[in-house]
């Protein structure tokens, strides 16, 4: 299974701090900062693969990487239910200006397979902005009903409680009413956790795949139609 994913949300999150402890199993704020520099995350990535004696994987990522580099989408592998999955990751930044933005929000959109929408527990202001985003990829995204949108809500800074706006019922309501999958995390402290979040990703993105009706092409009009005459054939015996 290959599948794009677009990160968002607004600035200061914690989308790359999610990103980076996906890519690399560390906190961003331990590189200080160079951490977010995507030659570094590519080098580290590198090591990280050599580490594990996969030359080969770790050749291939490189350039997978490095072909994507201006636009700081990273291409990740892992198993999931016995399976390797490869996710190409877009860090999307966010602008304030969104008219100004729209045709690159389209171009997300539509090059996405699945999103993870991150806010900040401690940022209400964060928090609408991830329901508003909800309901624009969802009116972008008309090739699936709505509720098919493979799309993750993140809450970060969860190590920060004592600093919360925004509570884990509010987050966990948005998307019972918005159809998505619910996280609440702290890229800061759990490897695990972020983990889960792109592990329930892709178990959506499975289901969407699956409920997709595709077009019926000539193969499967004709294969249609036989199975109807071959029906009649039978029942007339
Ligand atoms: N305490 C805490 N800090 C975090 C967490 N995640 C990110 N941060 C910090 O929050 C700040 C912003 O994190 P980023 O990952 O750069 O956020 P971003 O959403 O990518 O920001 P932009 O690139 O501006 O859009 C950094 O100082 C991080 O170290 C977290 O889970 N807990």
Request: hydrophobic share 45%; proline share 2%.
């Given at each position: 299974?290959?599948?794009n ?6 600035e200061?999150?914690g989308?790359?701090a999610?990103t ?16 977010k ?6 080098f ?6 050599f ?6 994987l770790?050749i291939?990522h ?40 729209s ?10 397979d699945?999103?993870?929408l ?8 964060s928090f609408n ?6 309901q ?6 008309d ?5 098919k949108?493979?799309i ?8 920060l409680?004592?600093?919360r706006t925004v ?9 019972l009413?918005?159809h ?6 702290s ?12 592990h329930?990703?892709v ?16 193969k ?7 199975a109807v ?5 039978t029942?007339?015996?």
């Amino acid at each position: 299974m290959d599948a794009n994913i677009v990160v968002m949300g607004m600035e200061s999150v914690g989308k790359s701090a999610l990103t980076v402890r996906l890519l690399t199993r560390r906190f961003i704020g331990e590189y200080g900062d160079i951490g977010k520099c995507p030659l570094f995350i590519l080098f580290y990535l590198f090591i990280a693969n050599f580490n594990a004696l996969m030359p080969f994987l770790a050749i291939k990522h490189l350039l997978n990487s490095l072909l994507c580099l201006a636009e700081s989408i990273y291409s990740h592998s892992f198993i999931v239910d016995g399976r390797a999955v490869t996710l190409n990751i877009w860090d999307s930044h966010y602008s304030q200006d969104f008219s100004a933005d729209s045709s690159l929000f389209e171009k997300k959109v539509r090059w996405a397979d699945g999103f993870v929408l991150v806010y900040s527990i401690c940022d209400r202001a964060s928090f609408n902005t991830v329901s508003w985003l909800i309901q624009t990829i969802k009116s972008n995204k008309d090739c699936l009903s709505t509720d098919k949108v493979p799309i993750v809500i993140v809450g970060n800074k969860r190590d920060l409680h004592h600093r919360r706006t925004v509570t884990s019922e509010e987050g966990r309501l948005l998307a019972l009413n918005t159809h998505c999958q619910f996280y609440e995390v702290s890229a800061a402290e759990n490897y695990h956790s972020v983990l889960m979040v792109f592990h329930g990703l892709v178990d959506r993105l499975k289901d969407a795949k699956l409920t997709t009706k595709k077009p019926l092409r000539l193969k499967g009009i004709v294969k249609s139609m036989s199975a109807v005459f071959a029906r009649r054939r039978t029942e007339s015996f």
